[in-house]
């Protein structure tokens, strides 16, 4: 192995890492040189630096194939994927530790470009060990960087995160070590080819169906979504919007990649009176109960960021309706959706934490007046919201039609009715989710507020949500900004 | 002044309303004027052009919007589109001369008043369904936020059941729209494109209704028509003539060019249940008229009992439905911004009541000559006098009611005859009321203002100028109908 070739292969995923290192390096300086410690805003500039500069060695021509590592892929998908990963990143770290969480702000910044680099790694991978390594290393910041601030709310938080986490990993490992026993390779290509030849095999669908039931965990699909209420409300905003935005777009990159290279033999089928056991079925299942689940349980509160985590649970089942139809339409469709849900779902995180600086919590009626206090996080929440609802000209309508129509259109022929149900549901769903964004809607701009102190925020947050709105707005206008280029990625991965 | 001036001076004058120094409120009104003129100018001129030049090619305007799954900013301005423009320009004047006096955040009023008017006017120029479902769409937040924001009477409950009506039905017009796009190659959302495809029978059977019921619902098909009152009555006046005035008519316009066009079979196969909802439609809100007590409520269901003319019309489908249908949806969209302006504005604010027992004490032929005056006129209209545009629009729905359904016609008469009983009723009681001499004297009320006035003397003009001089209108519309987009479905007698 050829470990300069490695280390280009790899050189975003160092530069965070790096840059990571020297975060730790400068707080640990900083702190025993001034015997006070690093403020947020030199940790977020470095933090911002690290990315650019991995965003950067991303853009260059990617090294020869074959002459690096089996385990790192360098396909388009791969480079789409991380590229869109560091932007959601970026919007994240963006967003600062609220007061009581600013300690050590050194590490907490780190942590996140550690939760970045796994998400990375795990973006490019062609090979099962190394994909779940990169997982977990994703993983353990991730759970770190929500019992952050070591309140007693974040604690639980991330115990039910770690909790569910490590049940769901050892679910993982025990499903990959099947399918290494069914194969005797952890190469994804090599694991298909297996398949072809023997689709019925009990060994591998069972070691397909486990590791499933990890990937729903990460991305917070209904059964396995009981950690995101909680994580969301207890954990620092800003690993909220990690957890929400990166790491679930990464989610779906890994499971579009796994599914069309290593298990196009075992899709199955979950066309309405045409169903046959396999990965479609299963995910329309997960799908048609997120959806359910998600919808009708966020219509239930009273709390911002559990809406949001509800919110979360839904999209999720969107998302899984375009994976399941198993299109290379459809995927590019999930791969759009999940980049604008994140932009929302992170900006209206952001505005939530402005509000909670404000106002001291989450409530939903801690939003009344918003406009009257400020008019600029009104409106930037209304496009958040209103682009999750699915309302044009936000980016947001412009995804879901696209799930929804590209699954349609690779489902039904000639006369087959296809997954006319799913997308059934999810319209119909998708539209009665408008009712709770309204609630929220109705509070910020219907009503007033009893008092007005709104301190400044501070610039690097409100830059991280007045982005996320503009970056919404544009590509409601203009999605083929992002989408030719994921359409481009998808469509080297699948015919 | 092409159609092309209309979308952009509305969503321009909106943003320009929103950048203007908040106390500046006068400049607000102003500005919002300014940019419902220049639309309804684009809109009139174009119409007048139009006729005097049938023959030249329609105004259009097509450029690729997301290549991959097929998209274009596709639009384009037959008679149809024209007239249907010309209303929403109207509407838009008629609005924001009624809404002169809002002091309560104009900026904000303005600016979604304007969002709601470019929404309308990009319905009616879209070649493209998934532009036209776009255009459709935007207009459901800023209807959220004018009723709840500056509405009246249980605004919250009537913004909300308003908004969910609608976003339910978009569920179905988005589910309609996409089946068929996959159905017909997934390759474009282009409305001729879609009209042409060969859809089997088993989907138009199911696909059609989900499409049309999706529109039907915003234009007030009975049963789900429900929304329509409450909305009406809780919005503020310029929203109510917006709602029953031009959103009603974005549902009737979508199910003509977009539903009935595509799944033309299907359309054949559910006609007589779409003229049974229809008529059950006409009857059930002049009934429903009759018994009510708040004069906003007689005019919202007047509004349902109206609108099941249009939708009769689209079932009739011959030549004299159709050109019924479109000439009832400006005629309807006229007159009840009329009513609506009179009795939300012009009473409501002054008398603070818009119950018919209170509205005695008012003496309002008295007091408020002006009003009374223009209310009369404006009823007859919505009863369908000859000498006014409703005629001209009903009586053509009923001549091909006559050739399709004969027997329907009777249960339509009667429908007109308790619309004159309700319409008089709420007419008499509201500004004729009997009062005997001991009553105290009425309260002296502030005379009619400018913009008030001039408002009022525009829509009625306008009706009055349809009603009798029909034929311009008619020339558009017969223009348009003879679009290859209708012809699948268009039956001749």
């Known amino acids: 192995m050829n470990y300069q070739i490695l280390l280009l292969q790899l050189l975003p995923e160092a530069v965070l890492v790096f840059t990571a290192l020297v975060l730790l390096g400068v707080s640990v300086g900083v702190e025993s040189k001034r015997s006070r410690p690093v403020t947020p805003r030199l940790t977020i500039g470095i933090a911002t630096a690290g990315i650019v500069l991995a965003f950067v060695a991303l853009l260059r021509e990617p090294a020869q194939a074959g002459s690096g590592t089996p385990l790192v892929a360098m396909d388009l998908l791969a480079r789409v994927g991380k590229g869109l990963a560091l932007a959601l990143g970026l919007l994240a770290v963006w967003l600062p530790p609220a007061r009581g969480e600013s300690r050590n702000v050194g590490e907490f910044h780190a942590l996140m470009l550690f939760a970045l680099a796994g998400l990375l790694l795990a973006a490019g991978t062609n090979h099962l060990l190394f994909l779940f390594v990169s997982l977990e290393l994703a993983s353990l910041s991730l759970y770190l960087l929500v019992g952050f601030p070591r309140t007693a709310k974040a604690a639980e938080a991330s115990m039910k995160y770690f909790l569910f986490g490590a049940v769901s990993a050892a679910f993982m490992w025990f499903g990959l070590s099947l399918l290494y026993g069914f194969s005797q390779s952890a190469m994804l290509p090599v694991i298909g080819a297996k398949l072809g030849a023997d689709p019925g095999s009990l060994l591998a669908m069972a070691g397909l169906l486990m590791f499933l039931a990890g990937i729903g965990f990460k991305l917070a699909a209904a059964p396995f979504h009981y950690w995101a209420p909680d994580v969301y409300q207890g954990g620092p905003a800003t690993s909220v919007a990690l957890v929400s935005a990166a790491s679930k777009l990464v989610g779906i990159v890994v499971l579009v990649r796994v599914l069309s290279l290593g298990f196009q033999a075992a899709a199955g089928s979950a066309d309405w009176g045409n169903m046959t056991a396999g990965w479609s079925l299963w995910l329309a299942v997960l799908a048609a109960v997120s959806m359910i689940f998600g919808n009708l349980l966020a219509l239930a509160q009273t709390s911002m960021r559990r809406l949001l985590a509800y919110s979360a649970v839904a999209n999720t089942g969107y998302l899984l309706t375009a994976v399941v139809a198993n299109g290379s339409k459809s995927s590019g469709a999930a791969l759009f959706h999940v980049v604008v849900y994140g932009l929302a779902t992170l900006g209206a995180l952001a505005v939530t934490a402005a509000v909670e600086r404000e106002r001291g919590d989450d409530r939903i009626t801690s939003f009344a007046g918003l406009i009257h206090r400020s008019p600029f996080q009104a409106v930037c929440l209304l496009v958040f919201l209103a682009s999750l609802a699915g309302i044009p000209p936000l980016a947001g309508f412009f995804g879901k039609f696209a799930i929804f129509s590209s699954v349609l259109a690779e489902s039904t022929r000639e006369g087959n009715p296809g997954l006319v149900w799913l997308v059934g549901l999810g319209a119909v769903l998708s539209a009665a989710s408008l009712y709770y964004y309204l609630t929220v809607i109705k509070q910020a701009f219907v009503f007033q507020s009893g008092q007005s102190d709104s301190g400044r925020l501070p610039a690097s947050h409100a830059l991280c949500i007045g982005v996320a709105a503009l970056a919404l707005v544009l590509l409601g206008l203009c999605p083929t900004m992002i989408s030719a280029s994921i359409a481009r990625a998808v469509g080297s991965l699948m015919p | 002044m092409t159609p092309a001036w209309t979308i952009p001076s509305a969503f321009a004058g909106a943003l320009l309303v929103l950048l203007l120094p908040a106390r500046m409120a006068m400049a607000s009104r102003v500005v919002a004027l300014v940019a419902a003129i220049v639309g309804a100018l684009a809109a009139g001129v174009s119409c007048l052009a139009r006729l005097r030049d049938p023959d030249a090619g329609i105004w259009s305007f097509n450029v690729p919007w997301v290549p991959e799954p097929g998209i274009r900013f596709h639009l384009a301005a037959d008679g149809l589109a024209l007239t249907l423009l010309f209303l929403t320009g109207i509407t838009a004047i008629a609005g924001v001369l009624f809404s002169w006096n809002v002091e309560k955040r104009p900026r904000a009023f303005f600016a979604w008043f304007l969002t709601i008017i470019g929404g309308a006017y990009g319905v009616f120029l879209s070649r493209d369904a998934f532009l036209l479902f776009v255009f459709y769409e935007i207009v459901i937040l800023p209807k959220y936020l004018l009723i709840a924001i500056w509405g009246s009477t249980n605004k919250e409950y009537g913004a909300m059941k308003l908004t969910m009506y609608s976003i339910g ?195 309002l032929w008295k007091t408020l000559p002006g009003a009374a ?109 003879r679009s290859p987009l209708f012809q699948s479905f268009l039956t001749q007698p």
């Open chain 2, 373 to 481: 005056l223009g209310f009369t006129l404006a009823t007859a209209a919505s009863m369908g006098l000859p000498g006014f545009s409703g005629f001209v629009a009903e009586i053509s729905v009923i001549i091909g009611l006559w050739q399709k359904w004969p027997w329907l016609t009777a249960l339509v008469a009667l429908g007109i005859i308790v619309t004159g009983a309700f319409s008089l009723r709420a007419l008499h009681r509201a500004f004729f009321p009997e009062r005997s001499p001991s009553d105290a004297p009425p309260a002296k009320l502030p005379p009619l203002t400018w913009p008030e006035i001039s408002a009022i003397v525009l829509l009625l003009a306008v009706s009055i100028a349809i009603g009798l001089y029909p034929k311009p209108w008619i020339a558009l519309i017969d223009e348009a109908l």
């Open chain 2, 169 to 363: 039905a978009s569920a179905l017009i988005l589910l309609g729209i996409a089946t068929a796009y996959a159905a017909a190659g997934g390759t474009s959302f282009d409305l001729m494109h879609l009209a042409s495809a060969n859809y089997s029978d088993g989907l138009q059977a199911w696909a059609f209704p989900v499409l049309f019921l999706g529109f039907a619902v915003l234009a007030g098909v009975w049963p789900l028509h429900t929304w329509a009152p409450t909305g009406h009555v809780a919005a503020p006046t310029a929203a109510s003539m917006l709602l029953a005035g031009v959103v009603m008519k974005l549902g009737a316009y979508g199910a003509l060019v977009v539903a009935m066009p595509l799944f033309e079979q299907g359309f054949e196969q559910w006609k007589p249940v779409i003229a049974g909802l229809a008529v059950t439609g006409i009857l059930y809100g002049a009934l429903t008229a009759l018994t009510q007590k708040d004069l906003k409520f007689v005019i919202g269901y007047s509004s349902v009992s109206h609108m099941g003319f249009i939708l009769l019309g689209l079932a009739v489908a011959n030549h004299w439905g159709l050109r019924g249908a479109v000439m009832q949806m400006i005629s309807h969209g006229i007159i009840a911004g009329l009513l609506f302006g009179i009795a939300g504005r012009v009473v409501y604010e002054r008398t603070h009541t818009r119950d018919l027992m209170a509205l005695k004490d008012f003496d």
